[in-house]
């Protein structure tokens, strides 16, 4: 037996379990909003708590700063869902006694959705995508995390807020080859929309710039390839736009970060970013899609060898593209790419950054243009995001569309 000297557990009287913890911290403590990083906007880097931590908690719930102090952020007459979690049963008991202290009605069978729920760190990838999540939770409901999780900061594991506003969008590489006015019509309203923003995976950047001398895949190259360079974060005066905002500006090209018990994959993903929003020419940007690119393959290469590894903190089913355990090969060249490769891999990205609440402010994530495989994507993407026509997104921001956000 590891740690007993060969011993029999029932005849030691006391066991002693000593674990080292390093005093000095990880380099990176926190991370930015990937589609809009502080080093351009000037957003603050993570979500701040709704109250500081209690020096002198009486129970767990406060520790986790669900106490007095945070009532007024519940207005009178609030009704209050805890979501239950086996894995922090303590503290959701807890949680359910100081909603009671704190005058928040619960929830009855048939009555309205709540006003508010909580939900509990570390089990993102099961909690946001249960089926009664949806059932229970409406677009008013407001939504807010507490508890412990190792793949945040601990300073994020006091009750805050999540998914506040507006939305996050990434699109169909067939909507930018083929429908340019719709696609520049979709970008302007972003623009002049509070709290929403757009991005595109690299794999996207990609198909692309193998599509302009296609016809069959772009019938107009030069409007198609306009279109899309003004839409970047390349032109200075969007960049001015942007400069100090959580909103306006153009596309990012991005995709989610790596977890921060990952520091190495922290370090490339983050150099990677600021190199992506320094670039202000097409060709250099494409040459970091391609880097990108290419570490996602070597990183599938490194799992599928160690037994299909994941990333727990993004709650994507995927490798993540920056989280190989492996140094990435000089001589790995990914597979051509393919329509549905790189639909998927915008879908599964878009999962990845709903699953990150404490990067991204973003209320509702949607993938936007026609798709190859309807049913593929639906299969692996209909209970995270939602898939929206672009004649139907105008309807979606000014609040009158009848499509149904269910995925909370």
Same mark, same amino acid.
């Given at each position: 037996m590891v740690g007993l000297n060969g011993r029999e557990l029932s005849n030691i009287g006391v066991v002693a379990i000593v674990v080292t913890v390093p005093f000095d911290g990880p380099r990176i403590q926190n991370?930015? !909003?990937p589609v809009r990083p502080d080093f351009v906007t000037g957003e603050p880097s993570g979500q701040e708590p709704l109250s500081?931590? !209690?020096?002198t908690p009486t129970n767990l &719930?406060?520790?986790y700063g669900f106490d007095s102090s945070t009532s007024q952020t519940f207005s009178r007459g609030t009704t209050m869902q805890i979501y239950p979690n086996l894995q922090h049963y303590k503290l959701f008991q807890e949680a359910i006694a100081q909603s009671r202290r704190l005058s928040l009605a619960p929830v009855t069978t048939n009555g309205p959705p709540p006003n508010s729920m909580i939900c509990f760190n570390g089990h993102w990838n099961t909690t946001m995508r249960s089926s009664s999540v949806g059932r229970c939770v409406t677009g008013r409901t407001r939504l807010f995390s507490m508890g412990p999780d190792f793949g945040i900061p601990v300073q994020q594991w006091g009750l805050q807020e999540i998914w506040k506003t507006g939305g996050l969008v990434t699109f169909s590489p067939t909507l930018i080859l083929r429908s340019p006015h719709q696609f520049a019509d979709i970008m302007e309203h972003i623009r002049a929309t509070p709290g929403w923003a757009a991005y595109v995976v690299p794999t996207t950047m990609l198909w692309c710039e193998e599509s302009w001398a296609l016809q069959a895949r772009c019938p107009n190259p030069s409007l198609a390839f306009a279109t899309l360079t003004s839409a970047l974060f390349m032109d200075d005066n969007l960049r001015q736009l942007a400069r100090g905002s959580n909103e306006g500006g153009g596309l990012a090209v991005s995709y989610c970060p790596p977890p921060l018990s990952n520091q190495q994959a922290c370090v490339r993903w983050l150099d990677w970013l600021r190199q992506v929003f320094e670039c202000t020419e097409y060709e250099p940007l494409i040459q970091l899609c391609r880097k990108a690119h290419a570490a996602q393959h070597q990183a599938t290469q490194t799992n599928a060898v160690n037994g299909g590894g994941r990333t727990p903190a993004s709650g994507n !089913?995927?490798? *993540?593209? &920056?989280?190989?355990r492996s140094p990435m090969r000089e001589n790995a060249q990914p597979p051509p790419l393919d329509l549905l490769t790189v639909e998927l891999e915008g879908i599964r990205d878009l999962m990845a950054m709903r699953l990150r609440p404490q990067?991204?402010?973003y209320r509702r994530y949607l993938y936007i243009g026609s798709l190859s *495989?309807? *049913?593929?994507?639906?299969?692996i993407g209909e209970r995270a995001i939602e898939f929206v026509e672009p004649a139907d997104f105008v309807a979606i921001l000014s609040g009158v569309s009848t499509l149904t956000a269910s995925c909370f």
């Open positions: 991370l930015p !909003n500081r931590a !209690n020096a &719930s406060e520790a !089913n995927t490798p *993540n593209p &920056s989280g190989g990067l991204l402010p *495989n309807r *049913n593929e994507a639906y299969r």
